[in-house]
């Protein structure tokens, strides 16, 4: 499990415990972003794409791949980007130096053969004499057993085996953002994790902001880099309050001080999204909520 590191905004002087995120490389083993434990969290005004990537190597393959800089929004409504350790120059990817040399084909076909009857020891002299005539073996009973052989008992058919009685909700498989319009797909993905149904993203964007409605639920998602305003989730809010269902909103750049505080007192759902689709809660209402249904 990737270790927590104390983290303190500049602006509002709030304590925060931050855990770097684990990605899954290709190879398999998770990644962990390496944080600079003595670095200062860079505070993002502006978000560039160039600026919101940083290269880490895997530990287990030495492939060495760009993943979202961690970030931690803070309840103040400002965003920090977290300090990475440099890669660290390392065996390139696919490189075999140092392995365990391999025996060639005929070798490990010779390993994978059984042993001949003859190869083995005291198949001369009587106890060969005694296997030859003995009668031929059924085909699938043990070596040596004295009773009938006995098959064993059936599989259970696929659907009644005992399934445990509380199951664990699978991992969340974000979707990867390079557009406004995958925002919307990785917000409306969540919400379907989260349980809601009949979740879809709208067509065209509408003047109300709504992008994303669902059975009792609807969201809005701010691809922008700037952060969300004060008049985005009161928006959503009063969209909410007119169709009688619950708000969520997601935003890649945070949001602004007055929007925090708002969404508080309107107890509306705010999440940030990282490149990877993968969001986080940033209030205590967006806790509760995913609380409320995990």
């Not at 025996?103 to 001369?124: T, V």
């Not at 296997?131 to 259970?156: C, D, I, N, Q, V």
Request: one cysteine or more; glycine letters at 8%; proline letters at 13%.
């Amino acid at each position: 499990m990737a270790e927590s590191v104390p983290v303190r905004c500049p602006e509002c002087r709030r304590e925060h415990t931050y855990t770097p995120p684990v990605y899954p490389c290709d190879c398999g083993a998770p990644v962990t972003l390496p944080l600079l434990r003595d670095g200062t969290p860079a505070q993002v005004r502006h978000r560039t794409w160039a600026g919101s990537w940083v290269e880490v190597r895997c530990p287990a393959c030495g492939t060495s791949r760009e993943w979202p800089q961690p970030e931690l929004g803070c309840r103040c409504g400002t965003l920090l980007r977290m300090p990475v350790v440099p890669p660290q120059p390392g065996p390139a990817s696919g490189d075999l130096s140092g392995s365990v040399d391999c025996p060639d084909p005929a070798s490990a076909a010779s390993l994978d053969r059984p042993p001949d009857a003859a190869e083995l020891p005291g198949a001369e002299g009587a106890d060969a004499a005694d296997t030859s005539a003995a009668p031929p073996t059924p085909a699938g009973t043990p070596t040596g057993s004295a009773g009938p052989f006995t098959a064993p008992a059936p599989l259970k058919a696929h659907g009644t085996q005992e399934q445990p009685r509380h199951a664990t909700r699978p991992a969340f498989r974000p979707v990867t953002i390079r557009t406004a319009q995958d925002a919307r797909t990785a917000a409306a993905e969540y919400l379907r994790w989260l349980g809601f149904p009949g979740v879809r993203v709208t067509e065209k964007r509408p003047a109300s902001g709504v992008d994303v409605r669902g059975a009792g639920i609807i969201a809005h998602v701010d691809p922008t880099t700037a952060p969300t305003t004060l008049r985005e989730v009161e928006t959503l809010w009063l969209n909410g309050l007119n169709e009688e269902v619950g708000t969520a909103c997601f935003s890649l750049a945070g949001y602004s001080r007055e929007a925090r505080t708002r969404a508080d007192a309107l107890s509306v759902p705010l999440f940030v999204l990282d490149l990877t689709g993968m969001p986080q809660a940033v209030n205590d209402p967006a806790d509760d909520l995913v609380r409320s249904v995990c």
